[in-house]
């Protein structure tokens, strides 16, 4: 497997190549990630990693049930403060622009399932998770 050349950032105090791959799932893995609702998934995506948390997706997909970001971060980021806050952010806001279509699936203020996956990013998996998640959805 071919390695790509890692492009190092720096800041004030530190030298650092941080990447993670994030995947996030609805609530009993009911299938409400579709149409408009993806589309707007994406958009808050964008707007709480990058515009809050300063952070750069890399790849982004998602199915029917769950969402992949493979995103850079910054060494000062808290990864699971990151992660808890895009789940509420987003959970908040899909239920309240989506509340119509969600009502039949969650009785319940749900949106994302308690848990989530995470993981780094090295030069010899970056590839072959980023072609995992452009695959996502495609049957």
């Not at 969402?67 to 239920?95: C, D, G, W």
Request: aromatic share 12%.
């Amino acid at each position: 497997m071919q390695t790509m050349n890692t492009e190092y950032k720096t800041n004030r105090h530190s030298c650092y190549s941080l990447e993670y791959h994030l995947v996030v799932v609805t609530k009993y893995r009911h299938s409400v990630i579709v149409t408009e609702l993806k589309e707007r998934l994406l958009a808050l995506s964008k707007e709480v990693i990058e515009d809050f948390w300063k952070c750069k997706i890399t790849a982004i997909n998602t199915d029917k049930d769950h969402i992949h970001i493979m995103f850079e971060a910054p060494p000062q980021v808290q990864l699971s403060k990151l992660i808890n806050n895009y789940k509420t952010v987003t959970s908040r806001r899909i239920r309240k622009e989506f509340a119509d279509f969600l009502k039949p699936y969650y009785q319940k203020p749900y949106f994302w399932s308690d848990s989530y996956f995470v993981c780094t990013v090295s030069d010899r998996s970056h590839e072959m998770i980023q072609r995992y998640i452009a695959a996502q959805g495609i049957k």
